[in-house]
């Protein structure tokens, strides 16, 4: 447990210190949600007794669907556990769908059908603080993220930043923070 909050302070610092260096006015929520966002994985581990197996089968896959290792092996996956904590806790709608969201980041820039640029940034700003705290190898000992491979290019073209400019945000993020940071 002291691992698993330490990776979600980790992630909600870099979240809101993207927000401050990319000028985007979603800081507090953006921490929020790096808090927040994976609020399941304490609630299943406690449950299931082999949780921490089948996460590392889940961060391990190579098609970055994570929430499919869950599913299967317990008909729940964390962000949906999460999605409920959240509600019932009565943090901001925006901040639960990004909790029931967390893992679908490709098909909510996708969809056309959803308005809420507010939910896409801050699903946006959240991999990338997952990305640059190495949150695979934190929580399941995974060191190929094969998640933000699979959807860094849509978020970097939804924040409008290059690869290169990726960079140096983590850079100026690093400098400002640089603990947080592997």
């Known amino acids: ?22 000028n985007l006015a979603v800081a507090d929520e953006a921490y929020s949600l790096g808090l927040f966002h994976n609020c399941g994985i304490p609630i299943l581990a406690s449950k299931f007794e082999n949780y921490q197996q089948i996460m590392e089968l889940s961060y391990d896959r190579e098609d970055g669907q994570i929430t499919k290792e869950e599913f299967k ?9 999460g999605y409920r904590v959240a509600r019932v806790w009565n943090l901001p709608k925006v901040i639960c769908l990004a909790v029931k969201n967390h893992h679908s980041v490709g098909r909510v820039l996708d969809d056309q ?47 409008g930043i290059s690869e290169y400019d990726y960079e140096d945000l983590r850079d100026a993020v690093r400098i400002t923070i640089g603990e947080e940071l592997s």
């Not at 002291?2 to 909600?12: K, L, P, R």
């Not at 640029?117 to 801050?122: C, E, I, M, R």
């Not at 695979?136 to 073209?157: H, N, T």
Request: one cysteine or more.
């Open 1 to 22: 447990m002291n691992m698993f909050w330490h990776a979600s302070s980790s992630v909600a610092n870099v979240a809101s210190t993207i927000c401050r260096q990319l």
């Open 73 to 81: 092996s317990f008909g729940v996956h964390h962000a949906a556990a």
């Open 113 to 159: 059908s959803i308005e809420s640029p507010t939910l896409k940034t801050l699903l946006c700003v959240l991999k990338m603080a997952e990305n640059m705290v190495n949150l695979p190898e934190k929580l399941a000992q995974c060191d190929i993220d094969y998640e933000w491979q699979s959807v860094g290019p849509k978020v970097l073209e939804f924040i």
